[in-house]
């Protein structure tokens, strides 16, 4: 009698593919990154979204004055015609890279993706004001003081009209322009460099690049924006150039600005072989439309830029602020550049070595060192030392 294994094969086969499918029923999903870094985009949009809200409709919104001092004809000009020009390039820059690929292919690259995300990393640019003013911004453009004063346990002096401002048609174009050229600045750097030497390291050439990073900020910032009197940083410490001068260029800026560019750009230059970041893995696994997985990248990109300067830039510099050195009396002695946060026109001393923080609401250092307590503050007594049992 014959006997075949047809049936036994079959019998065994039929289990295994029965036991591979309940084991993939029961199998738990896995969360793609992309999906996290989207939710946390989500998140931060929110934020945003209640901060501006609550600097709009509170009594921080208000336009802070240039003051007396009058401003030099070239500044006037240039200042004029960057409000104009900027914000011409910022809306070229987001059609070239997002909009239009999107329309004609149905598909945004990288370069697309982070110049819409830069542009909403604008909200955080005046955060590092948080607990002490140390930049200012030119209070002859056009300006509503600032949304820091919206965001939640703000502790830095501010009021309606004296308050570091913060430009609203330079500086979001600032961002989605300057940051995206510094990306491709960063890029090119690194293909130079691996085209040079094939065995350098991803340490190695990550490290390399934060030199040519701080190199495009002493050019960018240190030599061409500071000294057009757009924003200063009178509370810097470390000058590296002109420390007496009003457009003071000090190390902090370099080292956190260049990081926040590293970081940026050496996330573009790695990418894998579809051409997507580190933040966007997991993105090919997921079945939605296209238009929805672009969204889904920005999402990601917009928490990973906005944590990135958060980290590099908004904490170090919140952090070095508590202590300042003396502010140049260059930059004091206009009225446009001092935000009315300290100096003439106010009865506050502006920051400096000698001087204690100034919390809004609090006692501070008026003229001559004297101690001004404002109404309704109470300044804590000694209590003595309990002598008995």
């Known amino acids: 009698m014959a006997v075949t294994s047809k049936p036994v094969s079959g019998s065994v086969s039929g289990a295994s593919g029965a036991a591979g499918t309940l084991s993939a029923a029961v199998a738990p999903k896995r969360v793609q990154p992309v999906k996290l870094w989207a939710l946390l985009g989500v998140g931060w949009l929110a934020l945003m979204a209640y901060v501006y809200v609550n600097w709009i409709t509170g009594p921080d919104f208000k336009r802070v004055p240039a003051g007396p001092t009058p401003l030099p004809g070239w500044m006037k000009t240039e200042l004029t015609a960057l409000e104009i020009v900027l914000p011409i390039l910022a809306i070229g820059f987001i059609y070239w890279l997002f909009v239009r690929p999107w329309r004609r292919e149905g598909r945004v690259g990288v370069d697309g993706l982070f110049v819409v995300a830069f542009f909403f990393m604008f909200f955080q640019d005046p955060l590092s004001a948080y607990a002490q003013p140390w930049f200012t911004y030119n209070s002859y453009l056009i300006q509503y003081g600032s949304w820091v004063a919206g965001v939640p346990g703000m502790t830095a002096f501010h009021r309606g009209g004296a308050m570091v401002n913060e430009p609203l048609l330079i500086i979001p174009a600032v961002y989605a322009i300057a940051l995206v050229i510094a990306n491709g600045y960063g890029c090119l750097v690194m293909r130079r460099i691996r085209s040079w030497r094939p065995q350098t390291s991803a340490p190695s050439l ?7 990073m701080m190199c495009f900020d002493f050019v960018f910032e240190g030599l061409i924006m500071l000294p057009l009197g757009i924003w200063e940083y009178p509370g810097g410490h470390w000058a590296i150039l002109w420390p007496h001068s009003y457009h003071k260029y000090p190390f902090e800026e370099t080292i956190t600005f260049a990081a926040i560019l590293t970081v940026t750009a050496s996330v573009r230059f790695f990418r894998d072989d579809k ?27 917009v928490a990973f830029v906005n944590l990135t300067m958060t980290c590099c830039y908004t904490i170090p510099n919140t952090l070095m602020s508590l202590s300042q050195p003396s502010w140049p009396k260059d930059l004091q002695q206009r009225s446009y550049l001092t935000d009315y946060v300290c100096g003439a026109g106010t009865n506050r001393l502006c920051p400096g070595s000698a001087i204690p923080i100034v919390r809004n609401g609090g006692a501070y250092a008026g003229p001559g060192g004297r101690l001004v307590v404002p109404r309704g503050a109470r300044l804590p007594g000694i209590v003595p030392f309990k002598l008995s049992g």
């Open 275 to 301: 051409g997507h970041t580190v933040i966007e893995r997991g993105i090919e696994e997921l079945r939605m439309s296209e238009n929805k997985k672009i969204g889904l990248r920005l999402l990601a990109l």
């Open 206 to 212: 990550i490290a390399m690049l934060l030199v040519a």
